[in-house]
Structure formats: C-alpha cells, structure tokens
C-alpha cells in the first residue's frame, strides 16, 4: 500500500483512484462511509482540499488480501488504514484515528 501512501501525499486525486475496485467502500472511523468510486472521490478531494497533512508509515502488515499500515503525520496525529485488496484493487478501505487529535492539530472546522 505505499503506492496509495506515495499517492495520497501527492494529492493526487487520478492516480489513488486508479487503485480502488469500482464497486470499493470506504469507511472512516469517525467520518462516516463512502460507496463506489465517485463517494470515494469525492470524499478524498475535500480531505485533500481542508487538510494539508502527509502519511509516514510506522508499520505495515500483509496476510493475503488484507494490507494494513499504521501511519503518523507530520504533527502527531496516529492512525491506522486497513486495505482488503481483490484482483490487484481496493475493494474495502477502513481507516481509524483519535478525533480529538485531528482536531487539535488541524481545527475543527478543518477536521470534518
């Protein structure tokens, strides 16, 4: 998943949705759920638009079609995405992070 990483730290919005099954779901925790590629799309263009924080991996972990990375961005907030990948695209994204962190290092009204 470095691909998506490289990807979503360039902002760019054409190449990380060339990694998503049409048919994808992605669900934030908290943020709600996106369904298909144009939720999708549409969801990461306004993060991409409100916040201007990058991805370091910490960790990752791959066991067959799951891919898991634990990141850290820049100032402190931590977080967790979860890939289930079938037939070389995302079909499921799941991503966790402390609200209260996102707020505090970007403002609310960046943070949602």
Same mark, same amino acid.
């Given at each position: ?23 994808? /779901? ?10 298909? /590629? ?8 306004? #993060?991409?638009? #409100? ?23 820049? /100032?402190?907030?931590?977080?967790? #995405? ?31």
């Amino acid at each position: 998943m470095r691909l998506w990483v490289q990807a979503y730290n360039r902002r760019d919005l054409g190449e990380i949705m060339h990694l998503y099954s049409p048919d994808a /779901v992605m669900e934030l925790a908290p943020g709600g759920t996106s369904f298909g /590629v144009n939720e999708i799309r549409s969801r990461l263009a306004k #993060t991409f638009a #409100t916040l201007g924080m990058s991805l370091l991996i910490r960790n990752e972990i791959y066991m067959g079609q799951w891919a898991a990375i634990e990141w850290q961005d820049p /100032v402190g907030l931590e977080g967790c #995405t979860i890939f289930r990948i079938e037939e070389g695209l995302i079909r499921l994204h799941r991503s966790y992070w402390d609200s209260a962190k996102l707020i505090a290092a970007y403002g609310p009204d960046r943070a949602n």
